[in-house]
Nanobody, 126 residues
Framework: QVQLVESGGGLVQAGGSLRLSCAAS????????MGWFRQAPGKEREFVGA????????YYSDTVKGRFTISRDNAKNTVYLQMNRLKPEDTAVYYC???????????????????WGPGTQVTVSS
């Protein structure tokens, strides 16, 4: 049974940093792409970024590029989202997702991902 569990969310002041973790279990993810999405109150879920587990190629939305970094620890089966220079508009529930055989053009689509975590709340105060 595949499980993705996010952790590391919390309350931080604008300009601060947080690191989210996504612990993955239940299968081998070497051929998967791990994505991060977020959903703010009253808004649709949006793509934040993704990493190819096998070759570490990363993708970011323009909104977070240069501030957020995705990495993974193969030994721990964990993917991280390092968030720096946080802004109040980054406030959202952040979700980790995993999908197989996702082409680059489809990385931002929720339907491309097979598994989702329950999410973790990130609140950035001004």
């Amino acid at each position: 049974q595949v499980q993705l569990v996010e952790s590391g969310g919390g309350l931080v002041q604008a300009g601060g940093s947080l690191r989210l973790s996504c612990a993955a279990s239940g299968r081998t993810f070497s051929s998967y792409t791990m994505g991060w999405f977020r959903q703010a109150p009253g808004k649709e879920r949006e793509f934040v970024g993704a990493i190819r587990w096998s070759n570490l190629i990363r993708y970011y939305s323009d909104t977070v590029k240069g501030r957020f970094t995705i990495s993974r620890d193969n030994a721990k089966n964990t993917v991280y989202l390092q968030m720096n220079r946080l802004k109040p508009e980054d406030t959202a529930v952040y979700y980790c997702a995993a999908g197989a055989a996702i082409n680059t053009q489809s990385l931002g689509g929720m339907a491309s991902y097979d598994y989702w975590g329950p999410g973790t709340q990130v609140t950035v105060s001004s």
